[in-house]
């Protein structure tokens, strides 16, 4: 385990305000912290006047994935990607499927992790055929000094770098990244302020602004995931909403993940989503005009696979996170040969 003083990284994006405190610039909290302090996500303090990442170095999970499991299906699909965490996070969902290292920092303190240098990953993701390092599991915003050394590193072996987020950063966090962020998956949790303060402890408005810019003002490739929570996020008219701002603010070519639901921490009173609701949001998002649907946690299913638009030639078939086959010619389909959106194709 490396020492207190290798663990403390000076962190990045941040200015320094009256009486020695800090405003950080990372995530949309935009945390004002005292001296001695801790921002939201608990893993970022102030001493003395600098602040502080805590969670540098602190790798609490590292290990190959397929690149479906982030999900990503357009972004070199049946690759291998080298998955990292540290803890923490900056939201408290109360359905967190991870929640053992996100929320341990914030509930006892606890940052745990192995010393594990950014050569180290680099190497790690080489050595194990991996073709990008996913940042993921918690909000890799939060652990932002270790993925910046590490995909600038990554970069230098032709490796690519995703984020697996929920998408609260601020515009200067995308800008820090933009040079060596490839792709990223932003969970769109639900189309309702309520819902965010609710589940989340959090605010819609930042993940939608994060997601325009990110499509407008950015190359990284995009990609979007909705928990569905029976009774909670799935009225026809918010995923109409919902898949109609992806439309008009990100892109028709942006594929939507509508995910499963099994009850998870703290939210233990739902049922599973049924079926026939994943089916329905997935014809929603179809109607609104969006290429790509997705459904996911449902293993088997039809809906995994990838089809052109245009014609409904199947071109990427998938059974869970598997890949059978793959009939995309030159990023295009081979019958009509209408371009296939996506970064690796």
Not at 115 to 141: D, H, N, W
Request: proline share 4%; charged share 25%; with cysteine.
């Amino acid at each position: 385990m490396a020492s207190a003083k290798e663990n403390l990284k000076e962190a990045v994006l941040w200015d320094t305000a009256e009486d020695r405190k800090v405003r950080c610039k990372l995530c949309s909290w935009k945390c004002m912290i005292a001296d001695g302090e801790l921002g939201r996500c608990c893993v970022r303090k102030n001493i003395n006047g600098v602040l502080y990442s805590l969670n540098y170095r602190k790798v609490c999970s590292a290990n190959p994935d397929p690149i479906e499991k982030k999900p990503l299906f357009h972004f070199q699909p049946g690759s291998s990607t080298f998955s990292i965490a540290t803890m923490g996070c900056n939201f408290r969902c109360e359905f967190c499927q991870n929640w053992q290292i996100s929320q341990a920092a914030i509930e006892d303190g606890g940052i745990e992790g192995q010393a594990i240098s950014p050569e180290q990953i680099v190497a790690s993701a080489v050595r194990c055929g991996c073709k990008s390092i996913a940042y993921t599991y918690t909000e890799p915003t939060i652990f932002m000094e270790l993925c910046n050394d590490c995909g600038r590193l990554a970069k230098e072996q032709d490796l690519a770098n995703i984020f697996v987020s929920n998408g609260y950063l601020t515009t200067e966090a995308i800008d820090f990244a933009k040079d060596w962020l490839d792709g990223i998956n932003i969970d769109l949790k639900a189309f309702s302020e309520d819902y965010y303060k609710k589940l989340c402890k959090a605010h819609l408005k930042p993940v939608l602004e994060a997601i325009k810019y990110i499509a407008k003002e950015t190359n990284i490739w995009l990609e979007i995931t909705t928990l569905l929570i029976p009774g909670e996020n799935d009225s026809d008219d918010e995923l109409k909403n919902l898949a109609e701002f992806i439309v008009n603010e990100a892109g028709a070519d942006v594929p939507w993940h509508i995910s499963r639901f099994h009850p998870q921490y703290k939210y233990q009173d739902s049922a599973p989503t049924p079926m026939k609701a994943l089916e329905r949001a997935e014809r929603i998002g179809k109607e609104a005009g969006l290429h790509y649907v997705y459904t996911g946690n449902v293993p088997g299913s039809k809906s995994e696979s990838t089809f052109c638009y245009n014609c409904g030639r199947v071109l990427i078939e998938r059974i869970g996170y598997q890949i059978s086959a793959n009939h995309i010619k030159n990023c295009c389909c081979p019958d009509c040969e209408t371009k296939i959106a996506g970064f690796g194709l």
